[in-house]
């Protein structure tokens, strides 16, 4: 099938043919990337890769089928996801979602996102339902804004803010060895400087010091 359709001369098509041929090869490569996933996943339950010398799925798609880091992951986690949501692995199988639209839905199927759903009662079969509708009928940036209001409303706290993002220091050199610094630190950064600097003070105090406490 695949061998005749290479093999066809599409320079005797003209508009409507055309655009009948590429709607169609659309719908197959959905289907094709469907069944990619899926199988993909079984390799990782079966641990099918160990049989080929690698590791994971992952690394057996880089490996083996020169996938970028991206892409491997992006099979793994699509093929996950499917496991989870029937309603989506139908509709994708049947040709009507893109592998692009599995992946931007993927993370409602997280470990973590399923598990905050049920502490929640959240209705999965329900979402499940109302974003394949949205993946197979409205524009990708609409599914995009769909899928992150429910994953925000689902934790509405967000992630953890992590301090060390606030910290930053950079030091300069003169040419004649003098060294100036400029940086910023968050609330515990600044108290684990100011003990430092305090205890190399109080460590160092010589007699008769007329420095400014600044100057020590």
Same mark, same amino acid.
């Given at each position: 099938?695949?061998?005749?359709?290479?093999?066809? *001369?599409?320079?005797?098509?003209?508009?409507?043919?055309?655009?009948? $041929?590429?709607?169609?090869?659309?719908?197959?490569?959905?289907?094709?990337?469907?069944?990619?996933?899926?199988?993909?996943?079984?390799?990782?339950?079966?641990?099918? &890769?160990?049989?080929?010398?690698?590791?994971?799925?992952? &690394?057996?798609?880089?490996?083996?089928?020169?996938?970028?880091?991206?892409?491997?992951?992006?099979?793994?986690?699509?093929?996950?996801?499917?496991?989870?949501? %029937?309603?989506?692995?139908?509709?994708?199988?049947?040709?009507?979602?893109?592998?692009?639209?599995? &992946?931007?839905?993927? %993370?409602?199927? &997280?470990?973590?996102?399923?598990?905050?759903?049920?502490?929640?009662?959240?209705?999965? %079969?329900?979402?499940?339902?109302?974003?394949?509708?949205?993946?197979?009928?409205?524009?990708?940036? =609409?599914?995009?804004?769909?899928?992150?209001?429910?994953?925000?409303?689902?934790?509405?706290?967000?992630?953890?803010?992590?301090?060390?993002?606030?910290?930053?220091?950079?030091?300069?050199?003169?040419? *004649?060895?003098?060294?100036?610094?400029?940086?910023?630190?968050?609330?515990?950064?600044?108290?684990?400087?100011?003990?430092?600097? =305090?205890?190399?003070?109080?460590?160092?105090?010589?007699?008769?010091?007329?420095?400014? $406490?600044?100057?020590?």
């Amino acid at each position: 099938m695949l061998e005749t359709l290479a093999g066809e *001369d599409l320079k005797q098509s003209f508009g409507p043919a055309v655009i009948e $041929r590429t709607g169609s090869l659309v719908v197959a490569r959905n289907r094709l990337d469907a069944v990619l996933a899926r199988t993909v996943r079984e390799g990782e339950l079966t641990q099918a &890769s160990e049989h080929d010398g690698k590791a994971s799925m992952s &690394s057996w798609l880089r490996g083996h089928h020169r996938l970028s880091q991206g892409e491997a992951s992006r099979l793994v986690r699509n093929g996950r996801a499917l496991e989870q949501l %029937p309603a989506l692995a139908a509709a994708a199988t049947a040709g009507a979602v893109t592998a692009e639209a599995v &992946s931007v839905v993927a %993370p409602v199927a &997280s470990a973590e996102n399923l598990a905050r759903a049920e502490a929640q009662d959240v209705d999965v %079969p329900a979402i499940d339902a109302a974003l394949t509708t949205v993946a197979s009928t409205r524009p990708h940036a =609409e599914l995009r804004q769909v899928v992150g209001h429910y994953l925000a409303r689902l934790d509405p706290d967000g992630t953890e803010p992590d301090p060390t993002e606030k910290r930053s220091l950079s030091l300069s050199k003169r040419t *004649d060895g003098s060294l100036s610094f400029h940086g910023t630190l968050d609330a515990i950064g600044g108290e684990k400087l100011q003990a430092a600097v =305090e205890s190399i003070l109080q460590a160092s105090r010589p007699a008769g010091d007329t420095r400014t $406490r600044a100057q020590q």
